[in-house]
Each structure stands twice: as structure tokens, then as C-alpha cells.
């Protein structure tokens, strides 16, 4: 539970609009992807698309 508290607190860090931030919000994608948490792997199959095939999946 602690490893999945840090990765979701970590994961509003990337989406910031700000220089550099694309390399963060891939790193943490790698983090997540080696975490043994099987829902969030899930979740970053969906968030490791090019932004627009992503979009489309998720409601705005």
C-alpha cells in the first residue's frame, strides 16, 4: 500500500505543463510499470500511448 501511495502522490507531479515534465511523467511510468501492483501496470499501458490515441480512451 505504501509503494501504491507514493506512485499516486508521483503521478501529479508529470502532468504539470512545464519543460521536462514528459521525461518525468515516462520515468514514472517505468517505476509503476516494475511495481508488483497489477491494476496500476494496467493503468500505465494506457498512459505509455502517444497522447493522442490515450485521449481518446480516457472521458475528458
Avoid: C, Y
Avoid at 507531479?13 to 511495481?35: C, F, H, Q, S, Y
Amino acid at each position: 500500500m505504501t509503494q501504491l501511495a507514493e506512485l499516486v502522490r508521483g503521478f501529479a507531479i508529470p502532468l504539470k505543463p512545464v519543460e521536462g515534465n514528459d521525461m518525468k511523467l515516462t520515468e514514472w511510468i517505468t517505476i509503476a510499470r516494475a511495481a508488483a501492483l497489477p491494476h496500476l501496470r494496467s493503468f500505465t499501458r494506457a498512459a505509455g500511448k502517444p497522447v493522442p490515441s490515450a485521449a481518446r480512451r480516457w472521458p475528458a
